[in-house]
């Protein structure tokens, strides 16, 4: 069975930092592995997919890479602002099109 | 492209009631739907898994007589909570994809459900 761990589960840094989340994974055979936002009491919002055959991927201030064969990602944020405040959930597709989702990180971003 | 809506956002019912939840993709056809729960402070939990035309499958310990799924077209798959207790409120999302594979899944806005 998948388990998708996200450490930190919290986290609050000053506006202006650069910080980076980490998401690890039990099994290796996914198809793919995607960066979500979620805002609270919000649904999500899809912020990078990357395919098992990638190792990274970039839109603007997030970079995300992926190291499948020992299980791990990590998002990276740069310049973080206040409106990146929000919770950061990793997600694997494995068989089945099974998308298991980790735990989350709750980000705070201070001005 | 590729929205997901859900109907109602927001439902507060009392217990015994049953709910339906509504999961629309607007502008695909969507072969396959899921339909996640997130309890707070927790993270989405897969409930099942449905493919248009066909039953659901279930994931262990989802009661399929209390979650009806029915996904009867290709744009519409609906949750309904029968006989709903406190223990059931949470935000339920669903998702939908086009084909089989590995195709990404797109997210709807979720539905809060509250029961008193």
């Known amino acids: 069975k998948q388990e998708v761990t996200q450490i930190p589960a919290a986290l609050s840094v000053p506006e202006g930092e650069n910080l980076v989340l980490n998401c690890s994974f039990t099994?290796?055979?996914?198809?793919?592995l995607q960066w979500f936002r979620q805002d609270p009491g919000k649904g999500l919002t899809s912020l990078l997919l990357i395919q098992s055959s990638q190792r990274e991927q970039t839109s603007g201030r997030l970079n995300a890479s992926l190291d499948k064969s020992s299980g791990r990602s990590t998002l990276y944020i740069a310049a973080s602002q206040p409106g990146d405040s929000a919770t950061y959930l990793c997600?694997?597709?494995?068989?089945?099109?099974?998308?298991?989702f980790g735990t989350g990180t709750r980000l705070a971003v201070r001005p | 492209g590729a929205v997901v809506s859900q109907h109602p956002s927001r439902v507060i019912c009392k217990s015994g009631t049953s709910v339906k939840i509504e999961c629309r993709s607007l502008d695909f056809q969507a072969t396959t739907m899921f339909w996640y729960r997130q309890f707070p402070k927790q993270s989405l939990m897969l409930m099942a898994t449905?493919?248009?035309?066909?039953?659901?499958?279930?994931e262990q310990g989802v009661e399929k007589d209390k979650f009806l799924i029915n996904h009867a077209s290709l744009t519409l798959s609906t949750l309904t909570v029968t006989s709903a207790h406190p223990e059931d409120s949470s935000f339920y999302i669903c998702?939908?994809?086009?084909?089989?594979?590995?195709?990404?899944?797109?997210f709807g806005p979720g539905t809060r459900l509250l029961v008193l």
């Open positions: 998702s939908a994809k086009t084909s089989g594979g590995a195709e990404t899944q797109y």
């Open positions: 449905s493919n248009e035309g066909s039953k659901a499958t279930y």
């Open positions: 099994d290796s055979a996914i198809y793919n």
């Open positions: 997600a694997v597709l494995g068989s089945g099109d099974k998308l298991t």
